[in-house]
């Protein structure tokens, strides 16, 4: 049986990064020194050869996938949104360290951030993600694709889906840097697993 081969990349450096904020669906840019960094990147590990590029709509992942793969095809998948922070967007833990939602959130005393999106409504949403993309590689005939997402939303996805078993945290990358999985149609589609195989 056929498998399905995915790389899982997460997204170029953004100046919201760099000044540690909760940027989740603000449209941020990729940050000058975010595009030196992938461009370098690129020359430096040789990112594999794919067939077709699935991103998320935020213009960082759409960037990330123009810098890394310009000449391969690409499609949004809105499902794959970063999660959203709702009040918490755009500020950093130190301007948020006196709001006492904020501890709430941390501390998971509540699901999310005022405004925000629930943890366990973003997860559904992000593997629904995956799953159209791997529905769109069946159908078209597809065994190789790259998926440019949001740190989060890899880290969301594998602890809810991959082998071998992690928790969220233990899936971090660094931009432009990911994870290579393997999609088996009867195990995926039996138990919606997927194959954790190397880091990209």
Known sequence: M?????YLIRHGATD??????YIGVTDLPLSISG???LANLKEKIEYPPVEKV????????????????????AENIENLMEYNFGEFEGKNAVQL????????????????????EDSTEFAKRICLGFREVVEDMMVNGIYKSAVIMHGGAI???????????????EWTSDFGRGYSVLVTPSLYHSSGVIEVIEEV
Do not use: H
């Open 2 to 6: 056929k498998t399905y081969k995915i």
């Open 16 to 21: 919201g990064n760099a000044r540690g904020e």
């Open 35 to 37: 595009t030196a960094a």
């Open 54 to 73: 699935y991103t998320s709509p935020l213009l960082r992942c759409r960037q990330t996938a123009n810098v890394i793969y310009p000449n391969v095809e």
């Open 97 to 116: 360290e006196s709001d006492p939602d904020f501890f709430k959130w941390t501390s998971g005393q509540i699901s999310s951030p005022p405004g925000g």
């Open 155 to 169: 880290m969301t996805l594998l602890s809810c889906c991959a082998v071998p078993r992690r928790r969220s945290l």
